[in-house]
């Protein structure tokens, strides 16, 4: 069964190395490195995902052109705000005139704190 799982391996790796992708070996030396303990058929089965999504970034990659700017959206963004104007607004004595209690134009609210101001 692992010499099964060998040679579907070897042949996964030749066809991620076609595109320019990662071997079973380079997938055991990484997860060497990150102290990863993977069993064979999970080193072929990584080998030609990875394979595949080194693959997919090539053919972006391709595609990319320095003429085209980057950018974040795919449409243009506009801004929605509205123009910034005065407009009338509650006097301090109408937004007061709901509150419990009231000092010197605030609300006056219970000391929640112990400190000294």
Do not use: Y
Request: hydrophobic letters at 45%; charged letters at 25%.
């Amino acid at each position: 069964m692992l010499n099964e799982h060998a040679a579907h391996g070897s042949a996964a790796a030749g066809q991620a190395r076609g595109g320019g992708a990662i071997t079973r070996e380079e997938v055991a030396h990484l997860a060497r490195l990150s102290r990863l303990a993977l069993r064979e058929d999970e080193l072929d089965h990584l080998a030609t995902q990875l394979g595949d999504i080194i693959s997919a970034v090539a053919r972006i990659q391709e595609v990319a052109a320095e003429d085209i700017p980057p950018t974040s959206h795919a449409l243009p963004l506009t801004n929605v705000f509205r123009a910034d104007e005065a407009r009338p607004c509650l006097t301090p004595d109408q937004a007061l005139s709901g509150a419990p209690a009231a000092d010197e134009q605030r609300f006056k609210v219970p000391r929640i704190l112990d400190e000294e101001a």
